[in-house]
């Protein structure tokens, strides 16, 4: 692994089902965020974390879970996934307060 | 509320000079990011102003006034491979990342 790796990088779901989207990174760093995409209105923040065992809310929360286990593993999970949920999906990671991240190649989710 | 503003597409031609701007108001400033976003990609950091003035970088260059609220972000030589979408960021006072919605910028021969 290099850099910061996310899974699966497409998925097609049903509405109401549980999806977990994977994200390990191995560059040691503290903080790793979840953003969403969509067209025209850029990169919404889902859920952060500053430092391991720690997490926080960020602007499009509802609907989603993360948890912070260890440095390296920050997964992103839809309880029960909706079709506003179909975006495309991507991990980051920073060392520190700084805004220079580091981003996984992205998850494209489609929810039908 | 915390807004960032940027067009949403630019044209320019191969070997020209094309310059994106960027304007916004969040609660605080610790710093303007910019990012590039090829098509199907992750976004990459290109540039990064905390103070005001210029900072170049061979052929990418970006400015920052903060009294404004303003940078752009110039590109010189424009290549075919810089059709991208650049997108511009502030870090603000609680150290999150403001995003725009980001330039489409689209490179004629």
């Known amino acids: 692994i290099a850099g910061i790796t996310q899974a699966p990088t497409s998925q097609i779901l049903a509405a109401g089902r549980r999806m977990t989207l994977r994200c390990t990174q191995d560059m040691r760093h503290n903080a790793m965020y979840w953003y969403r995409q969509d067209l025209g209105l850029g990169l919404r923040l889902i859920h952060y974390?500053?430092?391991?065992?720690?997490?926080g809310k960020g602007e499009v929360p509802d609907g989603y879970s993360v948890s912070r286990a260890n440095t390296d593993d920050f997964p992103l999970t839809l309880a029960s996934a909706v079709p506003s949920q179909t975006s495309v999906y991507f991990c980051a990671s920073t060392q520190g307060n700084t805004g220079e991240l580091f981003f996984g190649e992205g998850s494209r989710l489609t929810v039908l | 509320g915390q807004n960032i503003d940027q067009p949403t597409e630019m044209t320019a031609t191969e070997g020209a000079i094309v310059q994106i701007n960027c304007t916004y108001q969040t609660s605080g400033f610790n710093g303007l990011f910019w990012y590039q976003q090829h098509a199907g990609e992750a976004p990459t950091f290109l540039s990064y102003n905390v103070l005001d003035g210029l900072e170049e970088k061979g052929r990418f260059s970006s400015f920052l006034s903060r009294s404004k609220g303003y940078s752009y972000l110039l590109l010189k030589e424009l290549q075919m491979k810089d059709s991208a979408s650049y997108l511009c960021a502030v870090l603000d006072s609680n150290y999150q990342l403001i995003w725009g919605a980001g330039t489409k910028l689209i490179i004629k021969p």
């Open positions: 974390s500053n430092t391991a065992g720690t997490t």
